[in-house]
């Protein structure tokens, strides 16, 4: 009974207040008891708090990681890690349907949802037309945290099937900064070289960490090559 009101009491203050009215602890308690309907899940939201650090490193973790975590079945993990990969749909679903990239900053805006919720490292890939309108965006590899392979053969067979003239290739770090590495600097002088005999530019390189997105143009690293 004691357990009915206090989850009614949650209902009743997400009602009145929205969810900006709740702690961390709650937002979990309240996401908690979707999985879990007949137990006091308090203590298992402060649990995965202590062990995770953050509600963000919650959602974050993986189920495996999850289910370490004493009262964590698969169910309650699964509806847990689908939370960032809500949010990443949400997010792509408000970009316009041809977006114009003429800028760093549209770029940012435009490729950092792709990377919500993913930990490890993508590639992305985006097509667009000679005015910076978007064509195609589609993801090349996937892979470790630390590196993923790109294949440049498979990249300009992509901007010749969607008859791009220019490209934005961009991926993320996900536990690092969103700084260039050595390899990364490396990639893309391979990318201008390959795309330069079939007459397409490499207009950027953009790396997201998090909230920041780092612009290999915008640093003057595309004008090396």
Same mark, same amino acid.
């Given at each position: ?10 209902? @009743? ?11 961390? /602890?709650? /937002?979990?308690? %309240? ?5 879990? &309907? ?18 963000? !490193? ?10 370490? =975590? ?18 990443? &749909?949400?997010?792509?679903?408000? @970009?316009?349907? +041809?977006?114009?990239?003429?800028? +760093?900053? $549209?770029?940012? !805006?435009? =490729? ?10 993508? /590639? ?5 037309? $000679? ?19 790109? @294949?440049?053969?498979? =990249?300009?067979? +992509? /901007? ?10 961009? %991926? @993320? ?13 490396? =990639? ?16 950027? %390189? ?20």
């Amino acid at each position: 009974m004691h357990q009915q009101g206090h989850r009614a009491r949650l209902r @009743n203050q997400l009602e009145t207040g929205g969810l900006d009215s709740f702690s961390d /602890v709650q /937002v979990l308690e %309240h996401l908690l008891s979707f999985a879990i &309907r007949r137990k006091d899940v308090k203590p298992l939201a402060y649990a995965l708090l202590e062990q995770f650090g953050s509600l963000a !490193r919650v959602l974050d973790a993986s189920p495996e990681e999850l289910q370490k =975590i004493r009262g964590v079945g698969p169910h309650t993990a699964g509806l847990l890690s689908l939370m960032p990969q809500l949010f990443r &749909r949400y997010s792509l679903s408000r @970009n316009p349907d +041809t977006p114009i990239l003429d800028s +760093t900053e $549209a770029i940012c !805006r435009y =490729i950092q949802p792709y990377f919500i919720g993913c930990n490890e490292e993508q /590639v992305y890939l985006v097509c667009m037309d $000679a005015k910076c309108k978007v064509l195609d965006c589609r993801r090349l590899a996937s892979g470790g945290m630390n590196a993923v392979g790109v @294949n440049l053969r498979k =990249i300009v067979e +992509t /901007v010749l099937q969607q008859h791009a003239t220019m490209v934005v290739l961009a %991926h @993320n770090h996900p536990w690092g900064y969103a700084l260039p590495s050595r390899e990364d600097e490396l =990639i893309t002088q391979e990318l201008q070289s390959a795309l330069a005999p079939v007459d397409v530019r490499l207009a950027d %390189h953009v790396i997201v960490c998090e909230d920041e997105c780092v612009s290999m143009a915008a640093s003057g690293l595309l004008r090396r090559y």
